[in-house]
């Protein structure tokens, strides 16, 4: 059996969309017990959603753009601008440990589930925000998605697109920040149970697309806090050849596919490299005999890599290079990601049933616990839940009957 860390654990989230309900869906991975409160008419508002990049699914219940942040939870409808609806929030909100909320600042105080709300319900409670621009600073009340935020604004679009490029970069998939600022936050939940387990007091966790954003470029921003400016990538005219070491970079292949080599210490893996290019005749030559030669003529060493690495299609590379001991690597597909046999030995990707009892696979998030992968289920269906968790309320079947009628419950 997988070892769940956070059974026994309460999450209670009004959240929608990926950034920050992803969060929960991790936490479900590890075991929580989590309920996602959901609009009782429109559900997350990422339910209805259509993008033409398939992730609103094949046609079956199963919907990839919902599947992937909400796993392993349980859904109600709930109204929580009437009082009945606030106060049943209130009660789940007594036996939770955690509530989880991306709504806006004017939302939270509207609906009266900021953090003074809930703290007056359940003193211990840790309350987690996750915003676009942070909780401070005059921009807090603006909303965002990792595609405005994290990728345009924190740098990644600025830093991917060629100075000559006809337009800026876009995110390599959907959710790309979303997905890890959830695994931020979700780390930050865990940090702040284990203090709350060692000093009794809960934590206001706060994780903003902005700060995640920052972190991801911590590498070129910090290089700007030293020296005030960072290279642009170069353009798309530029040759591409290593300037410094002719083996780190991308390689075309015959077929018009890529290799990426990533071999930092070009001395060490130069020889063993050359022959699986069967150009031995390289090891010994001159220009490249040893690491200060091997530098001083990269563009030329680069030059020839590439022109060999032109003479064989990709999929020969792939066997020919297994044996390499420099660090490589295909520049794959999505649907080439997704049946990687590495990926797949380490038990990365799982399978699930839908609601209609389909086989189906789900990425799951990057943790494992002593090696073993968590096993997963699917996402609920919008309120699918309702009656059982009013049910634990203490509710009877007339009384849930009533709610809906009264439309606090769907």
């Given at each position: 059996?997988?070892?769940?860390?956070?059974?026994?654990?309460?999450?209670?989230?009004?959240?929608?969309?990926?950034?920050?309900?992803?969060?929960?869906?991790?936490?479900?991975?590890?075991?929580?017990?989590?309920?996602?409160?959901?609009?009782?008419?429109?559900?997350?508002?990422?339910?209805?959603?259509q993008l033409p990049d398939g992730s609103a699914?094949?046609?079956?219940?199963?919907v990839p753009i919902m599947e992937h942040p909400n796993r392993g939870k349980r859904s109600i409808g709930l109204a929580l601008d009437q009082p009945q609806g606030i106060e049943i929030l209130y009660e789940l909100a007594k036996d939770s440990d955690v509530f989880l909320t991306n709504?806006?600042?004017?939302?939270?105080?509207?609906?009266?589930?900021?953090?003074?709300?809930?703290?007056?319900?359940?003193?211990?409670?840790?309350?987690?925000?996750?915003?676009?621009?942070?909780?401070?600073?005059?921009?807090?009340?603006?909303?965002?998605?990792?595609?405005?935020?994290f990728w345009n604004r924190m740098g990644p679009a600025w830093a991917t697109t060629p100075p000559d490029a006809p337009r800026t970069i876009g995110m390599p998939t959907g959710a790309f920040g979303d997905s890890m600022g959830a695994m931020t936050i979700a780390g930050g939940i865990s940090g702040a149970?284990?203090?709350?387990?060692?000093?009794?007091?809960?934590?206001?966790?706060?994780?903003?697309l902005m700060s995640v954003g920052a972190w991801a470029m911590a590498y070129g921003v910090?290089?700007?806090?030293?020296?005030?400016?960072?290279?642009?990538?170069?353009?798309?005219?530029?040759?591409?050849?290593?300037?410094?070491?002719?083996?780190?970079?991308?390689?075309?292949?015959?077929?018009?596919?890529?290799?990426?080599?990533?071999?930092?210490?070009?001395?060490?893996?130069?020889?063993?490299?050359?022959?699986?290019?069967?150009?031995?005749?390289?090891?010994?030559?001159?220009?490249?005999?040893?690491v200060e030669n091997l530098m001083a003529n990269a563009a030329e060493g680069a030059a020839i890599v590439a022109e060999e690495f032109r003479k064989r299609p990709f999929s020969e590379w792939m066997e020919r290079l297994q044996s390499l001991e420099g660090q490589w690597a295909p520049v794959q597909t999505v649907a080439e990601v997704a049946n990687d046999p590495q990926l797949r030995a380490n038990g990365y990707i799982a399978p699930l049933k839908d609601a209609d009892g389909r086989d189906r696979e789900l990425v799951l998030n990057p943790v494992q616990f002593d090696e073993t992968p968590p096993e997963i289920t699917r996402a609920p269906l919008f309120a699918e839940h309702t009656d059982e968790i009013l049910a634990e309320l203490g509710r009877d079947t007339e009384q849930i009957l009533q709610l809906k009628i009264d439309g606090v419950v769907t």
């Open positions: 059996m997988p070892h769940r860390p956070m059974q026994g654990i309460r999450i209670l989230e009004v959240a929608q969309f990926t950034f920050t309900p992803a969060a929960a869906g991790i936490l479900a991975d590890w075991g929580a017990d989590v309920i996602k409160v959901e609009h009782p008419v429109a559900g997350d508002a990422q339910r209805g959603l699914g094949d046609g079956g219940s199963f709504f806006m600042p004017d939302a939270r105080q509207k609906l009266k589930i900021d953090v003074e709300d809930l703290r007056g319900v359940n003193p211990e409670i840790i309350y987690v925000r996750g915003t676009a621009h942070g909780s401070k600073g005059p921009e807090a009340w603006k909303g965002g998605y990792d595609g405005s935020v149970l284990f203090a709350r387990e060692r000093s009794g007091e809960p934590s206001l966790i706060d994780v903003s910090n290089i700007a806090l030293t020296i005030g400016e960072v290279r642009p990538p170069p353009p798309l005219s530029a040759s591409g050849i290593a300037a410094m070491n002719p083996v780190a970079g991308n390689f075309e292949t015959s077929d018009g596919r890529w290799i990426n080599l990533t071999m930092l210490q070009p001395g060490r893996y130069w020889a063993d490299f050359c022959r699986h290019l069967e150009r031995e005749d390289l090891i010994e030559d001159e220009r490249f005999s040893t």
